[in-house]
């Protein structure tokens, strides 16, 4: 499976998802539809399915044109049904989807929205984290609880250590101010700045991310409890 990653809309990130053999492609999140039509021709790939984190309109926003001028498939949680644009393919939670060009497992993952799930891609070992988790942060709470979210966070943490973590916006330079000040003894984030540094300045994206890196690095990731997770999380938002 071969993945390119889109820059969408101001700092979004899509990801376009292809079969070699088939030359089929499914695509996560499109903010916008511009982008990721260029690709699909360009490259000649059949656009199958569209695959949804949550409904937030930077990752919904491409929904309906690409379904009407390639004629997908849209994916999402069963119970946001009624919130993201031309589903028509509902997935449940810990479902495992399987056809003939992919084969993931949805999670639902409350605190960012309500009914916000991220896919796990197991034969290749990829998660797709949409606004739950981001390179060293995570999501704001919009809809659900800080208990929620700490739990879905949790949930991910269980995941194995070299999964890769695709997330849905390049926060992350923003995200290693927050960490490093709450962690500024950290050698492991000191270097993990010094990377996302460099990449930044070649406009290169920071995504993907792994798990360990994220353990390591990610503040959200170290906290032991509900309560200082949620004090952590009110902190960032005033940050
Ligand atoms: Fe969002």
Redesign the pocket.
């Known amino acids: 499976m071969r993945i390119i990653t889109v820059k969408c809309l101001d700092d979004n990130f899509s990801y376009i998802l292809i079969n070699e053999e088939s030359n089929n492609a499914c695509v996560i999140d499109p903010g916008e539809s511009k982008p990721i039509i260029d690709i699909i021709i360009k490259e000649k790939l059949n656009l199958k399915y569209i695959l949804n984190t949550?409904h937030?309109g930077?990752?919904v926003g491409g929904n309906l044109d690409l379904k009407e001028k390639f004629n997908c498939g849209v994916i999402g949680f069963n119970k946001d049904k009624n919130n993201i644009p031309g589903i028509n393919i509902f997935v449940k939670d810990k479902e495992l989807y399987q056809n003939n060009d992919f084969e993931f497992t949805t999670y639902h993952t409350p605190g960012?929205?309500k009914g916000h799930v991220i896919f796990h891609f197991h034969i290749q070992n990829l998660l797709f984290t949409?606004?739950t988790l981001f390179s060293l942060g995570c999501?704001r709470i919009?809809e659900g609880s800080y208990d929620q979210m700490f739990n879905s966070l949790k949930l991910i943490k269980n995941f194995s250590k070299d999964t890769l973590i695709y997330f849905?916006h390049e926060y992350t330079f923003q995200n290693s101010k927050f960490c490093s000040h709450h962690d500024p003894d950290n050698g492991k984030l000191k270097n993990k700045i010094l990377e996302i540094t460099d990449k930044l300045k070649k406009n290169v994206p920071t995504t993907p991310t792994s798990l360990k890196e994220e353990l390591d690095c990610n503040i959200f990731l170290k906290c032991k409890d509900l309560n200082s997770f949620s004090k952590l999380r009110e902190l960032k938002d005033n940050f």
């Open positions: 949550h937030h930077d990752h960012h929205t949409g606004d999501g919009f849905g």
